[in-house]
């Protein structure tokens, strides 16, 4: 399993949320370069960015500044947040960015997945984010009457081979993640799952690698120093 830190950008700034909620956002960090320069020190291959104006506003609002971190950072970049047009795509693909996270639209307008999956392959990744087991999206505001595994095999069957899943109730909380909704999805699908939302510790590390995922995105934990992130990229394959 890989640990995968995490960078949110809203207004140019490092930082976190609870629940998704915007009225909760803090800080985190100074600065976002020297942020990502931490952890690849710390020897992490992997870096998730989300650009959470761009969730909100439906477009992309930090694209300038996450693409000139991916390309100076040295990790392997995904982006997610904001993405909702074949445009955008190819923007990030073509400046630094390593793969694409499409969460809303895979809900909204599927044809968009269909369509970028065909012309990018597995430089896709669909997001989903649930609550209480139900999709949301636009920034988590909006509801659905999809139920998070329904989504999964819907977009496995149109070719995606990576899934982010992030318990809305357990993120920025360090109140574990969701390990039975994870089982769940991955007994539901052969594609690739990362964990998020949750993770607080190496304790919760060893509990997602006994779910043989690929990889665990770890923000709060590392800001708030319960997750050491050396410790836990050395427990893991990086």
Request: a negative charge.
């Amino acid at each position: 399993m890989y640990i995968i830190p995490a960078i949110d950008i809203k207004d140019g700034n490092c930082v976190r949320l609870q629940k998704g909620d915007y009225n909760t956002v803090k800080k985190v960090a100074e600065n976002p370069y020297i942020t990502a320069k931490s952890f690849k020190d710390a020897g992490a291959r992997y870096l998730h960015m989300v650009d959470l104006d761009g969730a909100k506003d439906g477009k992309m609002q930090n694209a300038e500044l996450i693409c000139d971190i991916a390309k100076s950072c040295g990790m392997l970049v995904d982006v997610g947040g904001g993405i909702r047009d074949i445009k955008s795509i190819e923007y990030y693909l073509n400046n630094g960015v390593n793969q694409v996270v499409l969460g809303s639209v895979a809900v909204k307008n599927p044809q968009i997945v269909i369509d970028a999956v065909r012309n990018f392959g597995d430089k896709i990744i669909v997001g989903i984010d649930a609550m209480d087991g139900m999709v949301k999206s636009e920034g988590w505001i909006d509801g659905s009457d999809i139920y998070y595994t329904e989504l999964a095999k819907r977009m496995e069957d149109v070719g995606v081979e990576k899934f982010i899943f992030t318990d809305i109730n357990r993120d920025g909380m360090l109140t574990g993640p969701n390990l039975v909704q994870l089982e769940v999805l991955s007994n539901s699908v052969s594609a690739d799952i990362v964990a998020s939302g949750g993770i607080s510790d190496l304790t919760d590390i060893k509990d997602l690698m006994s779910l043989n995922i690929f990889g665990a995105i770890c923000g709060k934990s590392i800001y708030e120093g319960t997750l050491n992130l050396p410790k836990a990229i050395k427990l893991t394959r990086g």
